[in-house]
Structure formats: structure tokens, C-alpha cells
Nanobody, 120 residues
């Protein structure tokens, strides 16, 4: 099995910054895409940013220029640096990863989520 453990959420004032981390552990041969999603109350879960093993990144329009995703392949860890935070960024943030466990076996995994609250 594979576990994703997130950290770094919390309460911050508008304009502030937070850095989220997500470490993958367990039965891992390699990891392809890693990403961050978020879900606000009453809304659907949405993609915030993703990064491939080669470093190619994708961002939601709402966070471009403010958030930066990065990863450390040696540590199986993905980060999300969030700057210029806005109250509308308030949500539970989830880590996601496409994990190759053997040559022929892939699985998609989610973390437990970390709360980010931005006060106005």
C-alpha cells in the first residue's frame, strides 16, 4: 500500500503565505504525476496544481502567479508554496499521486487533507 501524508496547513491572514508538503511512503517503485486539489464547503474538488516526474507543471487559472508546485523525487515529496493568499483560497487541500508499485501495477492515491483558512 501507499500512504500520502500532508502537512503545513493552517490559518493565515489575507496576503500571507503557507507551504504545504506531502510525503509518499510505502510500496513505491516510482511516482508519475503528483498534484494538489482543494475542496471548499459546498463546492466540488478542483485541481490546484500538478507536476510530472519530469517537472512539467499545470496550474488552475485562479492560482497562477501566486502558487508554485515543486517536488523532490528522491524524497517522494511534493510541495505547494502559496503566496498572496486570498479568502477564496480557503479549503481542504488534498495531495494526489499516480504511483507505480511494480512494473505492471499503478495506483492513484489521496492524502487525508489539510485545512487552509485565509481570513480577510
Amino acid at each position: 500500500q501507499v500512504q500520502l501524508v500532508e502537512s503545513g496547513g493552517g490559518l493565515v491572514q489575507a496576503g500571507g503565505s503557507l507551504r504545504l508538503s506531502c510525503a509518499a511512503s510505502g510500496n513505491i517503485f516510482s511516482i508519475n504525476t503528483m498534484g494538489w486539489y482543494r475542496q471548499a464547503p459546498g463546492k466540488q474538488r478542483e485541481l490546484v496544481a500538478s507536476i510530472t516526474s519530469g517537472g512539467r507543471t499545470t496550474y488552475a487559472d485562479s492560482v497562477k502567479g501566486r502558487f508554485t508546485i515543486s517536488r523532490d523525487n528522491a524524497k517522494n515529496t511534493v510541495y505547494l508554496q502559496m503566496n498572496s493568499l486570498k479568502p477564496e483560497d480557503t479549503a481542504v487541500y488534498y495531495c494526489n499521486a499516480d504511483v507505480r508499485q511494480t512494473i505492471a501495477t499503478w495506483g492513484n492515491y489521496w492524502g487525508q487533507g489539510t485545512q487552509v483558512t485565509v481570513s480577510s
